[in-house]
């Protein structure tokens, strides 16, 4: 700007460096814009490390004033050991995040092993569009451990087949995928990310118990959980989120006097941290909502015209702007943490859903020590899996018969999957093998391969080039006409593997 090298430039340099060093050596910081809304630099991508990406920020401010002064960007909370290690889940457990995760594969086998040999004598017969009914009917968490991580047999009324280990596979998928209709979640972004609702039934922590024992089943079996609930529920489910008003206390209430003594113990910096925490969250979910908080932060942060007031008043709950409105500026990162806390984490029965979630992910608190060390963060990514890739995918697949005489068939199913979306990719293990996720380990469940199995055509008949591919998900395997053509293999997978019951195609 030719304007002379001042402190300012120097903090602002700190901030690049911070960029190429943990988000990427090519990014060019100044062809990053400012976002308007925001008022931060639109930054290619994200850090995980919230208080990193706080830190950034505040150093590439565009107005060289509202950058921090060198000695209070030395002091972020970023650079505090014992923070970091709190929030990252290792300062009880001096582990590396590879360790958890073989540690809890290895648990998660170890509980396969003990239960597989237990059956549960009588067949689990289930309406497809009422699974998850049938299963909090069922009251499961009354059952034993061992029935309750044992090998079930399950069959769909008014379907054919017989469950050797696909059906389960689909039913629990359809459990999940019906719990995400219900009035107990809210449901934000797409795919879908959950969050505890407020409409408290009589089933209420049944519901929840229910959600954690399924959720804790589908690790064992399949190592992962065909669920897209938030880190954010976990988080509070292990007790990593702090209660704020009305649940900091029994019988307390959204006082605007008890969130002040919060703050005068908690400061300001712990305020601030746990806020860009939660909005990194919400990102996540709903990148409009978080683009509409930061704008919120960056207008509230400093006297405010008439319209700007209005906005934000209408923005926050009633007392939150009660709250802001008595301590100013200097605490909007607080009242923005307090809305954000009431709308989409707290509640009498939001944490009466959390301890019966808990109660579930550790079969009544047999299990408690398969969490130890974990974050919300760290069982979303163990429940979800790898990221699908067409290569992923194809690496857990074998061909049968395989051969220079099917050469063609290959390249054209290989072809065919690389064009399919990530969604897609889902829908395609979905119609496979009944689960939508590969595990991080990078394999399909017990390191099963998935058979491609060739049908042969005889005498070129088009009527058997126009069949569909055909699953058997209990075995890994889908019967695939060697099509002409990679366009034709194409529509012929994007038909089946739309059909809302693969089981019933012909």
């Not at 062809?31 to 490390?49: E, F, G, I, K, W």
């Not at 505040?58 to 509202?66: I, N």
């Not at 008595?326 to 806390?341: E, I, M, N």
């Not at 293990?429 to 058979?451: C, E, M, S």
Request: proline content about 6%.
């Amino acid at each position: 700007r030719g304007q002379p090298a001042e402190p300012p430039a120097d903090v602002y340099a700190l901030g690049a460096m911070l960029v190429q060093v943990f988000i990427g050596r090519t990014i060019e910081v100044n062809a990053c814009p400012y976002n308007r809304v925001t008022q931060l630099r639109s930054l290619p991508l994200d850090h995980s490390n919230s208080d990193l990406m706080d830190l950034i920020h505040c150093c590439l401010g565009e107005d060289p004033a509202s950058r921090p002064a060198a000695t209070t960007a030395g002091a972020h909370r970023v650079f505090s050991p014992v923070g970091f290690l709190q929030r990252e889940g290792r300062l009880r457990a001096a582990v590396s995040v590879e360790n958890h995760r073989v540690d809890l594969n290895k648990r998660l086998q170890n509980l396969y092993e003990q239960h597989r040999s237990f059956r549960v004598d009588e067949a689990l017969g289930f309406e497809r569009d009422r699974v998850f009914e049938a299963l909090v009917a069922a009251k499961l968490p009354s059952w034993s451990v061992e029935k309750l991580l044992g090998d079930w047999r399950v069959h769909l009324d008014g379907e054919q087949g017989v469950d050797a280990g696909g059906m389960r596979r689909e039913a629990m998928a359809l459990a999940f995928d019906q719990l995400m209709a219900t009035s107990h979640v809210i449901a934000l972004g797409d795919p879908p990310v959950l969050l505890v609702g407020r409409n408290r039934t009589p089933d209420w922590t049944n519901v929840w118990s229910t959600v954690g024992l399924l959720t804790l089943r589908c690790l064992v079996h399949f190592q992962v959980a065909p669920c897209g609930i938030s880190s954010l529920v976990y988080d509070c489910c292990l007790g990593r989120i702090t209660r704020l008003p009305p649940d900091h206390r029994p019988g307390g209430t959204v006082a605007i006097g008890d969130l002040a003594a919060i703050r005068s113990q908690r400061g300001d910096d712990w305020g601030r941290g746990e806020l860009n925490d939660l909005l990194r969250r919400v990102k996540t979910m709903d990148p409009q909502r978080e683009s509409s908080y930061r704008w919120l932060i960056a207008a509230a942060g400093k006297p405010m015209v008439e319209e700007e007031r209005a906005v934000v008043e209408d923005m926050l709950e009633p007392c939150c702007w009660e709250f802001y409105s008595a301590h100013g500026p200097a605490a909007v990162h607080w009242a923005v943490l307090w809305d954000l806390y009431l709308k989409f984490i707290g509640g009498p029965e939001r944490w009466e859903a959390y301890d019966s979630l808990m109660q579930g992910l550790t079969a009544n608190g047999k299990y408690r020590d398969l969490w130890e060390g974990f974050t919300g963060d760290r069982i979303v990514e163990a429940l979800g899996g790898q990221e699908l890739t067409a290569d992923l995918v194809l690496a857990n697949i074998e061909y049968q018969p395989a051969g220079r005489a099917y050469v063609q068939q290959v390249a054209h199913f290989e072809g065919a999957l690389n064009r399919l979306s990530t969604k897609e990719l889902a829908q395609f293990l979905r119609f496979t093998t009944g689960l939508d996720r590969i595990n991080l380990d990078g394999a399909l469940p017990n390191h099963q391969k998935l058979v491609v199995r060739w049908v042969p055509v005889l005498n070129q008949d088009p009527v058997e080039y126009a069949r569909l591919p055909q699953a058997h998900t209990c075995y890994f395997t889908v019967d695939m006409p060697p099509y002409r053509s990679e366009e034709e293999m194409l529509a012929r997978l994007r038909t089946s593997i739309e059909a809302p019951q693969p089981f019933a195609l012909q």
